[in-house]
């Protein structure tokens, strides 16, 4: 199957500072790719669309000037957590499609914040 | 509103003892059902996407099932390796829409 990655696999920052989150497609082209959250024993919550070329969308009661969103290419995607408190710390977790036929996912970041 | 409900929560098996993992959905128009297999700490790796009501796939000791309202996940035979959360998903208006997940956890 396609390859997504995410960079960094984890990290522990201070509260207060901003964290970047990359994800790629290592080996087809995504003009959308999905952020999602997921917290411990919970399912995965779209946060929202990153598409290249224009903004990206936001689900509802997530804060776009919170959590930044950048599709710089056809193959990366960047989430950048501005600020971040102890209640951000989730396992963030982006998607690409490949085709019509099914997402791919990332093997996820895990996010502490102290 | 696109629901995904899975059930059980959780689910304990001896190894070889097989069972079965159930969806059920309700959407406006099925574009697709998702199964997933994700590991502890990892994320969501594709299993299978069934499309129309009594289609059947497999990959090993898993098979999945669909009808109009719910889809099944078996697990023949299964071994400790097969211990993970099982999500199955519909596509919503823009991404995927998931059930809370089953937990499996198959025991020597």
């Known amino acids: 199957g396609a390859v997504v990655s995410q960079h960094p696999s984890w990290v522990i920052c201070k509260s207060g500072t901003s964290v970047k989150i990359e994800c790629r497609s290592l080996?087809?082209?995504?003009?959308?790719m999905f952020w999602y959250r997921q917290f411990p024993k919970q399912s995965l919550m779209l946060m929202a669309t990153?598409?290249?070329?224009?903004?990206?969308?936001?689900e509802q009661g997530v804060e776009k000037d919170k959590f930044l969103i950048n599709h710089a290419s056809l193959t990366l995607s960047t989430l950048t957590v501005t600020s971040a408190h102890p209640e951000d710390s989730s396992f963030y977790i982006c998607?690409?499609?490949?085709?019509?036929?099914?997402?791919?996912f990332g093997p996820g970041t895990r996010l502490l914040v102290l | 509103e696109d629901q995904v409900t899975q059930s059980p929560e959780a689910l304990r098996l001896q190894e070889g003892e097989s069972s079965s993992l159930n969806c059920s959905y309700t959407?406006?128009?099925?574009?697709?059902l998702f199964w997933y297999r994700q590991d502890p700490g990892k994320g969501p790796e594709f299993l299978f996407t069934?499309?129309?009501a009594g289609e059947e796939k497999e990959k090993e000791r898993l098979k999945a099932t669909l009808t109009k309202k719910e889809s099944f996940l078996h697990i023949t035979a299964p071994k400790p390796e097969d211990s993970a959360t099982y999500l199955c998903?519909?596509?919503?208006?823009?991404?995927?829409?998931f059930g809370s997940g089953t937990r499996l956890q198959v025991q020597p």
């Open positions: 998607s690409a499609p490949q085709g019509t036929e099914t997402q791919y």
């Open positions: 080996d087809f082209q995504a003009t959308t």
């Open positions: 990153s598409n290249e070329g224009s903004k990206a969308t936001y």
């Open positions: 959407v406006s128009g099925l574009r697709g």
């Open positions: 069934l499309y129309s």
């Open positions: 998903a519909v596509p919503g208006r823009r991404a995927l829409t």
